[in-house]
């Protein structure tokens, strides 16, 4: 624990949006995700984000407010809605519509400074959909350029909301960046021409593609997060950090939300100094508890209890 500072403050950049089904909304958002988990382990955060003056801006707030988190980031906007995806149930599965021109696109660059400047900034975390339009992007580099800490990139892509220079730009700005297979498979074929046709690379290509990666973002890691099957750390020097031996959840309702656990627990164990393999095994197992229940976020906040008891 020495040296670490429990005081400090993650601040969580980027979209607050409602999933609207047919029956009801979800509130979600991946950045908000790990807010509303790091509030209910009591760590300090503050999420920056902007909704708008309607009904799902209310339900947002009052999500603020049962997790006890604060508002000081929480901006409204008068004219653009709040954040939505639309899903679609078909016969092939779900279909997300991620409506463009929403409040969050236009996340404000002086409120969100002052914000971030009123608290003692350890880490920030951001994606890549909030940046998906040029005023909240600036915003983004803003903070970037005004805060000291960890910089963690959730990079966290979506089909026709993020391009290869904006990816490219967030790997640059961030220390540390958490890809799914998929994203990273993308990432290969962007800078290593590796086509969606050829055929797979071995293990030890893949850990030797992930090192160059971290040398060509100047990256101090690279977390490639594998479903049930764990994640695996590329470190700097060469370290990595196989964590394959999770117990899996004894089932699985959806896995929506698993990957916002895991960068919440990674980033609550940076703040309270735990070691890096417990903080990866701690942050794999909490993901996968995270799949057995509907949703991102537990309904019940007693959830936390057994995490909080166990990792005391």
């Known amino acids: 624990m020495s040296g670490v500072n429990l005081t400090a403050t993650t601040i969580v950049f980027g979209e607050a949006l409602v999933d609207d089904f047919a029956t009801e909304q979800v509130v979600g958002g991946a950045p908000f995700n790990v807010a509303r988990h790091l509030a209910a382990f009591m760590a300090p955060q503050l999420m920056i984000t902007r909704v708008g003056k309607d009904h799902n801006g209310e339900t947002i707030a009052a999500e603020f407010e049962r997790f006890a988190m604060s508002q000081a980031g929480l901006q ?16 092939h599965g779900h279909r997300f519509v991620i409506v463009p021109n929403q409040a969050y696109d236009y996340i404000a660059r002086e409120d969100a ?5 009123a608290v003692d900034a350890g880490a920030l975390y ?9 005023r909240s992007r600036g915003t983004l580099k803003a903070l970037l ?6 910089r963690f990139l959730d990079v966290n892509m979506r089909d026709g909301q993020v391009d290869e220079r904006t990816v490219s730009d967030s790997l640059h700005a961030a220390d540390i960046a958490k890809v799914n297979e998929d994203e990273l498979q993308a990432l290969f074929g962007w800078y290593f021409q590796l086509g969606p046709n050829d055929p ?5 290509e893949t850990r030797s593609a992930c090192a160059a990666l971290l040398q060509m973002f100047g990256l101090q890691a690279l977390i490639v997060t594998l479903g049930h099957r764990g994640s695996v750390y590329f470190g700097a020097g060469g370290v990595t950090i196989d964590t394959r031996d999770t117990p899996p959840p004894a089932f699985v309702i959806d896995t929506v939300g698993a990957g ?6 990674f980033l609550l164990g940076r703040a309270r100094g735990w070691p890096l393999e417990s903080t990866l ?12 229940i509907p949703g991102a976020v537990p309904r019940d906040l007693g959830f936390y209890d057994q995490w909080m008891t166990r990792w005391r």
């Open 200 to 204: 797979p690379m071995a293990a030890d």
């Open 281 to 292: 095994a701690r942050a794999n197992e909490f993901a996968g508890a995270i799949c057995a």
């Open 145 to 150: 350029s005004a805060t000291s800490g960890l």
């Open 76 to 91: 409204r906007d008068s004219i653009e809605e709040t954040g939505r995806v639309i899903v679609e149930r078909g016969a």
């Open 113 to 117: 400074l002052a914000a971030a400047k």
């Open 126 to 134: 951001f994606g890549t959909l909030a940046q998906r339009a040029e």
């Open 260 to 265: 916002d656990a895991f960068s919440a627990i």
